[in-house]
């Protein structure tokens, strides 16, 4: 087979059976590509040691450790993929290292910075009152923004203070809400998103100007503009708000667990990360307040 059909039948695969986000599927197949392009032989060429020799190139060239782990556990799906399939005579990626990524622990707001970002001036113009709703909802549900903007309006339960949510793998949770946040939603329901209402308009939750399902570069416009309006706060993305929620979940109790299921986490591994967090931000404060620190 040459590389195109390799590959189409790799996009298969990840689409339909391993149903990953098409994020992810990009990803892996520019990834297959530049692995296809090294191998001077196509397929026939394809071990161990060509694998190894190829990620040493990219080390080479400067590549970060979180994209060569990455690309290690790209090529360890293909290999699999392609013995499978009887392109490869055994699977080479099960002697292939697993890369580790290093990893850095995300800034996050304080609560009081988290106060003043969300502590708006009430307005009564769509933009304003859809603003002000997302923002809300990124931080008391910590969810990611692309499932943020899969909402539909009936995915907002009322009468639980819950967000119905298709997480990664089309995998639904519930993700509970507070009193702010449903105030904000509500407000936007009635007064705003029905003067953005078009034809052709759908259930999203949230819309843009033209009545279309709003996308995750103007969200990342809106927290970047809001947290630029507060003196203090760091420069952060809708991630970053998703980062805070979990932190501050912790510093009042949470236990991992819940904060693993509100996350949509698969690992607990995934969630720990913000233990360290709260950690870290107890001996700053030990080192600026204890006399003998």
């Not at 936007?188 to 003067?195: A, L, Q």
């Not at 993305?237 to 949470?254: I, V």
């Amino acid at each position: 087979m040459d590389g195109d059909e390799v590959l189409a039948d790799f996009e298969k695969h990840l689409r339909f059976e391993r149903d990953l986000s098409p994020h992810t599927v990009r990803a892996y197949l520019s990834d297959v590509a530049a692995l296809l392009a090294h191998l001077d032989e196509g397929m026939a060429a394809l071990d161990t040691a060509a694998l190894r020799e190829w990620l040493v190139e990219q080390h080479a060239a400067g590549l970060s450790r979180a994209t060569l782990a990455r690309r290690t556990a790209c090529v360890r799906t293909f290999t699999a993929f392609a013995h499978r399939r009887g392109w490869l005579p055994d699977d080479p990626g099960l002697l292939l290292g697993s890369a580790k990524a290093a990893r850095s622990l995300p800034t996050v707001l304080d609560q009081q910075q988290a106060q003043a970002v969300l502590d708006a001036p009430q307005a009564s113009e769509p933009k304003e009152l859809r603003d002000q709703a997302v923002l809300e909802l990124l931080y008391a549900t910590g969810v990611r923004v692309s499932e943020l903007c899969a909402l539909d309006v009936d995915d907002v339960d009322r009468d639980r203070n819950v967000i119905r949510v298709l997480g990664k793998g089309r995998k639904e949770r519930s993700v509970p809400f507070g009193l702010p946040a449903l105030r904000a939603v509500d407000r936007w329901c009635v007064h705003g998103r029905p003067r953005w209402i078009r034809e052709g308009t759908g259930p999203g939750l949230f819309l843009g100007v033209r009545g279309g399902r709003l996308d995750a570069g103007t969200v990342r416009r809106i927290v970047h503009a809001r947290l630029g309006n507060v003196e203090g706060t760091p420069d952060m993305g809708p991630h970053g708000l998703r980062h805070t929620a979990a932190t501050h979940l912790l510093e009042g109790g949470a236990d991992l667990r819940s904060v693993q299921e509100m996350l949509g986490h698969a690992s607990l591994n995934t969630t720990q990360i913000y233990t360290h967090v709260s950690i870290e931000r107890l001996r700053a404060a030990y080192r600026q307040a204890h006399p003998r620190a």
